[in-house]
T-cell receptor, first 114, second 111 residues
Framework: KAGVTQTPRYLIKTRGQQVTLSCSPISGHRSVSWYQQTPGQGLQFLFEYFSETQRNKGNFPGRFSGRQFSNSRSEMNVSTLELGDSALYLC?????????????FGQGTRLTVV | GQQLNQSPQSMFIQEGEDVSMNCTSSSIFNTWLWYKQEPGEGPVLLIALYKAGELTSNGRLTAQFGITRKDSFLNISASIPSDVGIYFCAGPPSGTYKYIFGTGTRLKVLA
């Protein structure tokens, strides 16, 4: 079956702009999580959605937001971009129903803020 | 906050050698996951562990869930050049769906 799909793969934005990233999970998976990966901070958890509800949130400012649709697809939005937001943004999906299961990652969206 | 300490940070080994790396947590985990990431790609799940003391293999890879539930180990036997990458441990602290990742072990294999 198809894996996790993230679009776009690459993005270049200017400081102050906003950006929306998209993630389509593996068919049947209802949990979608987002992570930011940078050389300095490693993989940092942003938030997790399950059945259209945000279930967990990491320690990121309110400029980072997300949502999940009824078909489990998820979007992540970053407003008022800063240079430090340049990173690889990864989405992971899992079936996570009642218990914790494996998370499968997409290839990521490489965001560069100039 | 929660942290996963992974060691070593990097390893340079000769092809054919065995590799060991480990991950320790300040709190109990009910699940340990090991991932490999190659440049420009997302992490790929290698092994999942669900029970303290569990030993699981995936080809040349073997991982163990420590009996204290605060650590895990990954071994790679007879390394080959395509084993190059960054290996991450990860897990959700007990009672959460929020995965914490280790700092990664960067592996380089010299042919």
């Amino acid at each position: 079956k198809a894996g996790v799909t993230q679009t776009p793969r690459y993005l270049i934005k200017t400081r102050g702009q906003q950006v929306t990233l998209s993630c389509s999970p593996i068919s049947g998976h209802r949990s979608v999580s987002w992570y930011q990966q940078t050389p300095g901070q490693g993989l940092q958890f942003l938030f997790e959605y399950f059945s259209e509800t945000q279930r967990n949130k990491g320690n990121f400012p309110g400029r980072f937001s997300g949502r999940q649709f009824s078909n489990s697809r998820s979007e992540m939005n970053v407003s008022t971009l800063e240079l430090g937001d340049s990173a690889l943004y990864l989405c992971a999906s899992s079936s996570a129903t009642g218990g914790v299961t494996e998370a499968f990652f997409g290839q990521g969206t490489r965001l560069t803020v100039v | 906050g929660q942290q996963l300490n992974q060691s070593p940070q990097s390893m340079f080994i000769q092809e054919g050698e065995d590799v060991s790396m480990n991950c320790t947590s300040s709190s109990i985990f009910n699940t340990w996951l090991w991932y490999k990431q190659e440049p420009g790609e997302g992490p790929v799940l290698l092994i999942a562990l669900y029970k303290a003391g569990e030993l699981t293999s995936n080809g040349r890879l073997t991982a163990q869930f420590g009996i204290t539930r605060k650590d895990s180990f990954l071994n790679i036997s007879a390394s080959i050049p395509s084993d190059v990458g960054i290996y991450f441990c990860a897990g959700p602290p007990s009672g959460t769906y929020k995965y914490i990742f280790g700092t990664g072990t960067r592996l380089k294999v010299l042919a």
